[in-house]
């Protein structure tokens, strides 16, 4: 039996997670789920984002299952997703865009693993105003040496244990050489230690250009916080778009695992949502909890409804009426 801390999120949230949960305790994995609120719903119920009652809970489980939440536009508030990356020193961001047979997209055979640096860089928190106009801004990009090491061994030790063959490292380091040449000369440094999986060097812009050129020729992406987002989006948009793509949060002894896409608030409540992206979410849990069994049967499942495109969400085949809970229950009946 696992323990794992269940935060269902805000807008579509609910719906999609709880489409997930039915999924995941159909695929033969034993897990006992503590429920927590995180987000706009934690907010309304108990006045704070980001309950102490939530954050115990993950200290206890180490893993936590995490709808989308629905991020407080204002100072004074801070993105509750960077607050929860931080707490657990969540660094590395790991998210795999693999082409769907049944998805039509611009490019066939898309296999990318972007592995984002998610501690430091410009998401660090460093910002102020430099003039009392308030007409000045400045924002910090903080790299280390310790923090690109290990999110750069993160990429090779992933590529390693799952037979990928070459690790790219996308940077900026012609112009920032301070704070990016020190992560790309880290890079170097790691890469060396791992003649076994080829590595190679891009510019992000050009980076950015070849993967819409030319996809194939990535495999895994390791990159610093910023270009790190940027770059999953656009891998996101290669493979079919956000409603598919999964992202796990892995820190040195906590996990946290939910869909790069947000509360969608546009389509909530109307069952609609594409649960997709969770439940390959759960895939990834499931692995990181040595479920392995469970976790291919999950996946097949996912991967034969989505391919054949009868019983899926609206967003995947316009034609349909199916609803997420519907999507879900398809799923099941076909791990049966
Ligand atoms: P979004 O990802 O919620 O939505 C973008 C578009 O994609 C919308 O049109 C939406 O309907 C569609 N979409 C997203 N997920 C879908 C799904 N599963 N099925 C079908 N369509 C889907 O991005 P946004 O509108 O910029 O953000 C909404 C809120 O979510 C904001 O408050 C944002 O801060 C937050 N957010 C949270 C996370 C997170 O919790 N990890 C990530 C991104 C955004």
Known sequence: MHNVTLIKGDGIGPSIMEAAVAVIDASGAKINWHLAEAGLTA??????????????????????????????????????????????????????????????TRFENVDIVIVRENTEGLYVGLEHYLSPKKDIAESLAVITRAGSERIVEY???????NQRKKVTVCHKANILKFSQGLFLNTAREVAAKYPDIEFDEKIIDAACMHMVMKPEQFDVVV??????????????GLVGGLGLIPGANIGADAALFEAVHGSAPDI??????????????????LNHLGEHEAAIRMQNAIEKVVNEGIYVTPDLNPASTTGTKEMGLAIIAAME
């Open 223 to 236: 990159t610093t916080n910023m270009f790190g987002d940027i770059l999953s989006d656009i891998t996101a």
């Open 268 to 285: 909530a409540g109307k069952n609609i949502a594409n649960p997709v992206a969770v439940m390959m979410a759960g895939v990834m849990m």
């Open 43 to 104: 907010f309304e119920q108990t006045g704070t984002p980001l309950p102490e009652a939530t954050l115990a809970s993950i200290a206890e489980t180490r893993v936590a299952f995490k709808g989308p939440l629905t991020t407080m536009v204002g100072e004074g508030f801070r993105s509750i997703n960077v607050e929860l990356r931080k707490t657990y020193d969540l660094y590395a961001n790991v998210r795999p865009a693999k082409s769907w047979n049944g998805v039509k």
């Open 155 to 161: 990429a090779f030790k992933y590529a390693r244990d």
